[in-house]
């Protein structure tokens, strides 16, 4: 199954977009291959308004959100999670609309409580005023979303189901231009594919990902994500079968067609693989699973 995949958009970095009743988007000018055109700032609401993901902190993104909620009051400030093109801009529009910021916790937050410390990458700065948890409604008034705690991309991802019209800001989780980053020590396969899996639960009629198009018919999209990760497992599969045992073999086979310059993403999303299929008994290395491991198939079909 093939990724139908939405890219066209129309942007003009500081220009507020209205895309929805009471959903507005301002885009930052940070593109790049892995942001797309840029981080996507979702104004929700009119009058009391929450802010979802300032973006990275860029001080002409941040007066182009003021400009936007002129006259008005923004009473949340809300955060999908900690990477650094989402929660620095926190830092630059707090002061100025003095509302508090709402996310899962700091970076690593969804690991600490596993006991596993997470340094690398990320928005080391951000702590969110409140934690807020799955399940948790955010009311501000004429608007509510709820909180879909969504590990994988982050330990600490969230996406905000609003109730009015049923929209789901899917943040990185899903977005309709690319697949997500999966990148231990934060980002983990398993929780990855049990939070797409949490979204056919729900009955959102859109998404609103932080970076590019809305994805207008979401299900088969995340059907199309799992049955991705899917093949790409049973393809590492097949190279460890094959007698290859490092990531960067494999990432050499599998992402041939990729530019050269997404390999270490590429290599970070096969170690996240592997140590999914670690975990469940499919590989095994020495030690813990690691950039430079060695792998092995394990034969599970035999010998029971
Ligand atoms: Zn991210």
């Not at 960067?248 to 993403?265: C, D, I, T, W």
């Amino acid at each position: 199954m093939s990724i139908p995949f939405v890219r066209d958009l129309e942007i003009e970095y500081g220009r507020c977009d209205d895309l929805a009743p009471g959903i507005r988007r301002v885009v930052a000018g940070n593109p790049s291959a892995f942001t797309f055109h840029g981080t996507g700032t979702y104004i929700i609401g009119r009058d009391k308004v929450a802010v979802i993901d300032p973006g990275p902190a860029i001080e002409a993104h941040v007066e182009a959100i003021m400009r936007a909620v002129h006259g008005e009051t923004v009473s949340h400030i809300l955060v999908t999670h900690t990477h650094n093109d989402h929660s620095p801009a926190c830092r630059l529009l707090q002061p100025q609309v003095k509302a508090p910021t709402y996310g899962y916790g700091p970076h690593g937050a969804g690991k600490a409580e596993q006991g596993v410390v997470v340094e690398e990458g990320g928005d080391l700065e951000f702590e969110p005023d409140e934690r807020v948890r799955d399940g948790q409604i955010i009311d501000g008034g004429r608007w509510q979303v709820d909180c879909v705690h969504t590990p994988g991309h982050t330990s600490n991802h969230i996406c905000f189901g609003l109730h009015q019209g049923k929209a789901l800001f899917s943040g990185d989780h899903v977005m309709g231009w690319s697949t997500s980053v999966i990148s231990p020590p934060d980002g983990d396969m398993r929780d990855y594919m049990a939070s797409l899996r949490k979204l056919l639960d729900r009955d959102d009629a859109i998404y609103w990902p932080t970076h590019g198009p809305a994805i207008r018919d979401p299900k088969p999209f995340v059907h199309a994500f799992i049955a991705h990760r899917e093949a790409r497992e049973a393809q590492i599969l097949a190279c460890l079968e094959e007698g290859m045992t490092t990531i960067e073999a494999m990432v050499a086979k599998l992402y041939a067609g990729v530019s050269p310059g997404l390999h270490r993403a590429a290599g970070r999303s096969v170690l996240a693989h592997l140590q999914h299929m670690v975990d469940a008994g499919r590989a095994a290395c020495e030690g813990a699973p690691a950039l430079d491991s060695q792998y092995r198939a394990v034969d599970t079909g035999s010998c029971l």
